[in-house]
């Protein structure tokens, strides 16, 4: 699956979307990339030229009630069809459970039932450097960031204009190598890559922490006044990420990972203590008031 130079060309504005759309669209590839880790992309023109840079969609096997309700996935990027405008749509996931493991076995041609794009997403102000961290499965919701800030993609409908950041870097932890998939994702969208693995198999043996110290050891992160970084992953990684910046006055925004039943706030299963502005606390919706917030808002 190559890349698109760019998703919006002038005619994007023409495509106009209000809100989440529910549709079933057609699985038209889906290929193993890492250790339990797939890609597939579905044929939906109006949840490509919809979605925003770490949005996510709920999605379903139509006909299936085992499990019975949707998951989120992140959109991992979308792509132009033969015609110039947004088509396709790339989820990228680990199987983990009896949703990724049914998905897993869905041919293309098959139909998915999808439901978004929801979720605030990414939108970081100006930046010098920004700093892309992901654990695990977290590089899913930053991979159209960096496509963004580095000026090779526009989102949206219309299609938005975000401002170059100067440097992008890209940190990426795993257990083990064979985790990574697609890393030249990255290194196509402009990012400075660099990889940490806890076995040793791949970049700096230990955790995406041990990585940041070791660039930040290096010079290889430049001043902390130009830097802000962006987040995913398993909570605990992000909570170390947190601490990481917090004690560097660096500004970080944080994608939540967690369980999600209706998408739309409806249900409230997916709720997230956030710090108020007052100093208190409350809950709030990952998936309509989220699912990135200020990582020193959250209530690790
Ligand atoms: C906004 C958002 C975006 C996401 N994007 C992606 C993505 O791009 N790719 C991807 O692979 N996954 C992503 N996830 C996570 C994915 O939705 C869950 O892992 C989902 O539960 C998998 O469904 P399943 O039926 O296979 O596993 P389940 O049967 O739901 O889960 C199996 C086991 O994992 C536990 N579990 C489930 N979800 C979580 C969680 N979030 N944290 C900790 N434990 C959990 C369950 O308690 C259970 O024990 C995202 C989650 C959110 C909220
Ligand atoms: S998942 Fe239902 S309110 Fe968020």
Known sequence: ??????????????????????????????RPIADRT??????????????????????RIPGRTDPLLARPLAVYDVFPGPDGRPRYVDFVYAVHGRFTTALA????????????????????????????????IGQTALLAVARERSGLARYGS?????????????????RTAAVFGDVADF?????????????????VHGTVVDLLDSLAGAGKLGATDSL???????????????????????PCEASLETPMACGIGICFTCVAPIRDSDGGWDYRRTCVEGPVFDAASIVW
């Open 158 to 174: 219309p299609a938005r204009l975000r401002p170059r950041a100067e440097r992008i870097t890209f940190c990426w932890g795993g």
């Open 38 to 59: 797939w890609r597939i992309r579905v044929e939906s023109p109006t949840l490509a030229a919809a979605t925003l840079p770490g949005q996510f969609a709920m999605l």
């Open 105 to 136: 076995g869905l041919p293309p041609g098959e139909e998915l039932a999808v439901w978004g794009p929801l979720g605030n997403g990414f939108d970081p102000p100006p930046v010098g450097h920004l700093v892309l961290v992901a654990g695990g």
């Open 187 to 203: 290194e196509a969208a402009g990012c400075d890559v660099h990889l940490a693995t806890l076995d040793g198999t791949a970049g």
């Open 228 to 250: 802000r970084v962006a987040t995913c992953g398993p909570d605990a990684m992000m909570a170390a990420v947190a601490r990481w910046t917090a004690a560097r006055e660096i």
């Open 1 to 30: 699956m190559a890349h698109a130079a760019s998703v919006h060309g002038a005619s994007a504005a023409s495509h106009t979307t209000s809100g989440p759309c529910h549709e079933r669209v057609a699985v038209v590839a889906h």
